[in-house]
Nanobody
Framework: QVQLVESGGGLVQAGGSLRLSCAAS????????MGWFRQAPGKERDFVAA????????LYTDSVKGRFTISRDNGKNTEYLQMNSLKPEDTAVYFC??????????????????WGRGTQVTVSS
């Protein structure tokens, strides 16, 4: 059973940057694509970004393209989300996710079977 733990959230002014990390409790198997989702108060948990096991393929939601970068270091069992040019609308709880079932990159929550507990990101205007 893989456990995921997020860190790096916090309060930042609009235009600032944050780097989120997600540490896995054990070496993620070769075919574990990983992703980031976010949930604002009163809203659904939405897809943000995903990355293949090799890191060679990535996928982003349109609203973060050019501002966020997803990456991973399999030697450290960790994935990252570098967030630049943050906007107040990026405020949400950010969740790390992984899948042991699918090898592709998917935006639907149903494709991911491992989840972290989330880290709060607040962007002030």
């Amino acid at each position: 059973q893989v456990q995921l733990v997020e860190s790096g959230g916090g309060l930042v002014q609009a235009g600032g940057s944050l780097r989120l990390s997600c540490a896995a409790s054990e070496r993620t198997p070769r075919l574990y694509p990983m992703g980031w989702f976010r949930q604002a108060p009163g809203k659904e948990r939405d897809f943000v970004a995903a990355i293949s096991w090799s890191g060679g393929d990535t996928l982003y939601t349109d609203s973060v393209k050019g501002r966020f970068t997803i990456s991973r270091d399999n030697g450290k069992n960790t994935e990252y989300l570098q967030m630049n040019s943050l906007k107040p609308e990026d405020t949400a709880v950010y969740f790390c996710a992984a899948t042991s079932t699918y090898s592709g990159l998917y935006i639907g929550r149903e494709y991911y079977n491992y989840w972290g507990r989330g880290t709060q990101v607040t962007v002030s205007s």
